[in-house]
């Protein structure tokens, strides 16, 4: 392989940039560009230690002084020599570094080429290699630790065992095929039949996790419905913590979904405030309210906000049919500020809860959290156990389909050949799962989806 270099670290000033390198001629290009204090080479410096010195360009003049580190090969993130300085965080800096690296002969690396190096090399599977960009891309403390482990090996450690036990089978099945005189026993099938229920369940047990996952690493859509000045937009504020909708005593002001993200209780929500339902006066008014109809229709949890200084009337009825129709809805009575004349006793049991607060004042958002943390718990899954990759799902659910007809055909009796070519084809979708037998075409989908410099 060549030898690739990139920056690592994002193109805005910030105190630190790092610059990475890799391939055979990263010792080399390391001495070129870099001169340490201590007047040594840095390819003589030991492995992963830190060397202070002097960035250079071409001309031999000073662009910074920085870090450097080397790891020798195989003991490095990709598997092969690996370089990088750690430089002060200056974009113009760490793009002069990045093409004096080029003068040397490195190449400019490709969207996640590192970690795909890595992968190649054998350091991590491919579980682990999307886990990369999971950590990368966490919006949550939770969605983050759950990454981590899988960076561990969680998922691969649950279902290798399940890969040996086919392997086991494929050999076993492959040999009563060459030597069709020599019986099978029963015993043993009655063994692999026992085995593959275990293997099922551990499976199925995965594979359940994979929603809740979803959850964890898109978030939730949820919308925020009611009639004109029911307070949607100031609740929709209050949560985030700045003014990201326009709020006006003016009914209507809300012509538009607005989406922003926020944990609440815990829990990544793809929060849409939405225009008030009501029979609206223009054409641009009824657009937004059939946008709003839409977005609770779509929504995994409806928040549907009422003014608890009025009672209830005709004007809620959009927001009670939506609420309804909704698969999860709690009900906001808002402006908990202000004497209330509207009853939680009074609302229809449509909803999984009642909260009352006061988007003004903050008072009851606590409660908000607390009912949306209760309607969406936190997987209780070990870290790193709870699939949040769509293709990871799909390979479980294609290994659990043949492993169910592999026992089936087991317990059934049937010829030798129908058992070997359900349970390949089980193990081949696990080799997938975790890149044992993957296509170059999924490899390289998978790696797009990293920055350059991972």
């Given at each position: 392989m060549d030898t690739i270099a990139a920056i690592a670290t994002g193109s805005v000033v910030s105190a630190i940039g790092i610059v990475r390198i890799s391939g055979p001629e990263t010792a080399a290009i390391a001495d070129a560009a870099f001169r340490p204090a201590d007047g040594k080479p840095m390819s003589s410096h030991a492995c992963r230690k830190l060397v202070y010195g002097e960035l250079l360009n071409a001309a031999g003049e000073t662009l910074d002084y920085c870090l450097c580190t080397i790891s020798r090969a195989p003991h490095s993130y990709t598997g092969e020599d690996t370089a990088e300085l750690q430089c002060h965080g200056s974009p113009v800096v760490l793009r002069a570094a990045l093409a004096r690296l080029f003068e040397l002969g490195a190449?400019?690396?490709?969207?996640?080429?590192?970690?795909?190096r890595a992968f190649l090399n054998g350091r991590m599977d491919l579980t682990q290699a999307e886990a990369v960009v999971d950590i990368i891309d966490a919006e949550s403390a939770a969605a983050a630790v759950n990454a981590a482990g899988q960076l561990a090996g969680a998922v691969t450690r649950r279902t290798d065992e399940v890969y040996e036990l086919l392997t086991d089978i494929a050999a076993h099945f492959a040999a009563a095929l060459d030597y069709p005189d020599e019986d099978i026993e029963p015993f043993e099938?009655?063994?692999?039949?026992?085995?593959?229920?275990?293997?099922?369940?551990?499976?199925?047990?995965?594979?359940?996790?994979?929603?809740?996952?979803?959850?964890?690493?898109?978030?939730?859509?949820?919308?925020?419905?009611?009639?004109?000045?029911?307070?949607?937009?100031?609740?929709?504020?209050?949560?985030?913590?700045?003014?990201?909708a326009i709020v006006t005593d003016i009914p209507g002001t809300t012509r538009d979904t607005i989406e922003e993200k926020l944990l609440l209780g815990g829990v990544l929500l793809r929060l849409t405030d939405t225009a008030g339902l009501r029979s609206a006066a223009g054409e641009v008014e009824k657009l937004g309210v059939r946008r709003a109809m839409e977005a609770a229709e779509r929504a995994e949890l409806v928040l549907a906000v009422f003014d608890g200084a009025e009672p209830l009337s005709e004007a809620d009825g959009e927001t009670l049919s939506a609420a309804a129709g909704a698969r999860k809805a709690l009900a906001v009575i808002n402006k908990a500020d202000l004497p209330q004349a509207l009853e939680s006793s009074g609302l229809p049991d449509c909803f999984a809860g009642v909260v009352r607060l006061s988007a003004k004042?903050?008072?009851?958002?606590?409660?908000?959290?607390?009912?949306?943390?209760?309607l969406f718990p936190q997987p209780e899954a070990p870290a790193g156990e709870i699939l949040t990759n769509a293709r990871q799902a799909e390979a479980?659910?294609?290994?659990?389909?043949?492993?169910?007809?592999?026992?089936?055909?087991?317990?059934?009796?049937?010829?030798?050949?129908?058992?070997l070519t359900e349970a390949e084809s089980a193990r081949e979708a696990l080799g997938e799962l975790n890149g044992r037998s993957v296509t170059d075409d999924v490899t390289e989908r998978i790696f797009s989806r990293f920055c350059v410099g991972k």
């Open positions: 190449r400019q690396a490709g969207p996640g080429e590192f970690t795909k099938l009655e063994d692999y039949a026992r085995r593959l229920d275990g293997a099922i369940a551990a499976l199925e047990a995965l594979e359940a996790t994979f929603e809740r996952g979803r959850v964890l690493r898109e978030g939730l859509s949820c919308a925020l419905i009611g009639r004109p000045n029911a307070g949607k937009s100031s609740l929709m504020n209050a949560l985030l913590g700045y003014e990201r004042t903050g008072e009851g958002l606590d409660g908000l959290s607390a009912a949306v943390r209760e479980v659910r294609r290994a659990l389909t043949s492993l169910r007809a592999a026992r089936d055909a087991m317990r059934e009796g049937v010829t030798p050949d129908a058992v």
